[in-house]
Nanobody, 123 residues
């Protein structure tokens, strides 16, 4: 079991940047496909980005392509999400997950969730 703690959220104006971090503990961190999801008020949790075990393969939901960058440091057991050119529609609670798998419906999370970190983008 991997335990996750997200941090780095906050309030930012449109066009600004934030860097989220997800610290993982658990012996299988390095072997997992990791990713970020987000949940806006009144909406379902949605996939944002994923990164392969080695960190050399990434994918993103269309709405964040070119603005967000996912990365990982296996030595530090940490996954990052650099978010640039933020928009009000990026406002959500952001969660990371340590067990992503590709399905017919896209990337799905099968691991446990952390507490999430709130990102609020003002217009």
């Amino acid at each position: 079991q991997v335990q996750l703690v997200e941090s780095g959220g906050g309030l930012v104006q449109a066009g600004g940047s934030l860097r989220l971090s997800c610290a993982a503990s658990g012996r299988t961190f390095w072997s997992n496909v990791m990713g970020w999801f987000r949940q806006a008020p009144g909406k379902e949790r949605e996939f944002v980005a994923q990164i392969s075990r080695s960190g050399n393969i990434t994918s993103y939901t269309n709405s964040v392509k070119g603005r967000f960058t996912i990365s990982r440091d296996n030595a530090q057991n940490t996954v990052y999400l650099q978010m640039n050119s933020l928009k009000p529609e990026d406002t959500a609670v952001y969660y990371c997950n340590a067990d992503l798998r590709i399905t017919a419906q896209g990337w799905r999370a099968f691991g446990s969730w952390g507490q999430g970190t709130q990102v609020t983008v003002s217009a």
